[in-house]
């Protein structure tokens, strides 16, 4: 019999994908990730002992085995400290890929293959399926463009797509509720889980302020030729593009433009100083190709909710340059360029 691991967190969406795998005649094994260990520096957020609960009940009902695989200090190494890192360093992190990268996709995957799993499965909304002009499986756009998570998905290496399998890819969220009402599972109107997932309320710079004992020291907001506005409150605070809570008297709407690390100052400018065609990224990835030798027509995201712009990617030297056929606004430093043909990820990288 075929055997997959589910990761099961406890949602309406992981709850899905064992039900449908196990309809499919696989020998399931739901396995939760415990991802902290301390809800005082971290919160409710992050499968909480409800969600672990849940998530066993799940099983239960389902007829499979259910273990819990504490990995909260891989997360806290992984997805928290590198989210402090790079705020102190003036980027602005997306965790959900650092959480996939290192931890579904790595040590759960490793974890799985310990125990003669082969396949992986998740809730997430995205395709696997073979291609015939890349002569490969791919990993696809989710078929519901509201819920798709191919985006946070890209850094899945070639290997890793031929062992991992997404059963809620075609489906709908509303149709995926109503699988699991139809199954009685309790959790078929459990509410979707937070962005970032380990701060639940939103305060991410409270966050960072609580989690390393530090006071991030105010300094001058400027205007691009050295104006001094006002004071900022610490660096950390603000991400390109903010245009809202800067505290400042401003003669008209403006947002920050870049963070200067090095003199601790907070630039801002109109809208229109946002805009660039170009970046570079590094740690990249791809999978649908071996390499970019020659200027690849695609279409890139530079954020989750961004939509996919025309462009040209090229690598060299272990870095991903995209130019864009117009300006994009407030590309960010530390979140992800992807890389798509049509449905299909080519891959990406991390914006450097």
């Not at 589910?6 to 499919?24: C, T």
């Not at 273990?67 to 806290?76: H, I, K, L, R």
């Not at 979707?192 to 939103?202: M, N, V």
């Not at 200067?260 to 946002?274: Q, S």
């Amino acid at each position: 019999m075929k055997k997959a691991l589910i990761a099961i967190s406890g949602g309406v969406d992981s709850s899905a994908s064992a039900l449908i795998m196990k309809e499919q005649g696989y020998d399931c094994l739901g396995v939760t990730m415990k991802l902290h260990s301390s809800r005082d520096i971290i919160g409710e957020g992050c499968v909480t002992s409800r969600d672990i609960e849940d998530a066993k009940n799940v099983c239960k009902s389902l007829g499979i085995d259910h273990s819990v695989v504490d990995f909260s200090s891989d997360f806290e190494k992984y997805v928290i400290k590198n989210f402090i890192e790079a705020y102190e360093n003036g980027a602005t992190p997306n965790p959900c890929i650092e959480c996939n990268y290192h931890l579904k996709f790595d040590k759960l995957f490793e974890y799985g293959r310990s125990l003669g799993f082969d396949t992986i499965v998740t809730g997430h909304y995205a395709r696997i399926e073979f291609d015939e002009r890349y002569g490969r499986r791919v990993l696809k756009k989710g078929l519901d463009a509201s819920k798709d998570q191919s985006y946070v998905l890209f850094r899945l290496s070639r290997e890793q797509i031929e062992h991992t399998m997404f059963p809620l890819g075609a489906l709908s969220k509303a149709e995926v509720r109503a699988i699991a009402e139809r199954a009685g599972l309790d959790v078929s109107s459990k509410k979707d889980s937070q962005d970032i997932c380990f701060i639940p309320d939103g305060d991410y710079a409270k966050f960072i302020e609580n989690y390393t004992k530090k006071e991030y020291p105010c300094g001058n907001f400027v205007t691009l030729d050295g104006k001094i506005l006002g004071q900022h409150k610490g660096i950390i605070r603000y991400t390109i593009g903010q245009g809202k809570g800067l505290g400042l008297a401003l003669p008209h709407r403006m947002y920050v433009c870049e963070k200067r690390l090095d003199t601790n100052e907070v630039v801002i400018g109109d809208d229109e100083d946002l805009f660039t065609r170009e970046l570079v990224a590094d740690n990249v990835v791809l999978s649908a190709v071996d390499s970019i030798d020659k200027p690849m027509r695609v279409k890139a995201k530079v954020r989750y909710k961004h939509a996919e712009q025309n462009a040209y990617a090229t690598l060299e030297n272990g870095l991903l340059h995209v130019v864009f056929d117009e300006p994009q606004r407030a590309i960010c430093k530390g979140q992800s360029v992807v890389l798509y043909d049509g449905d299909i990820v080519i891959g990406g990288g991390i914006i450097k």
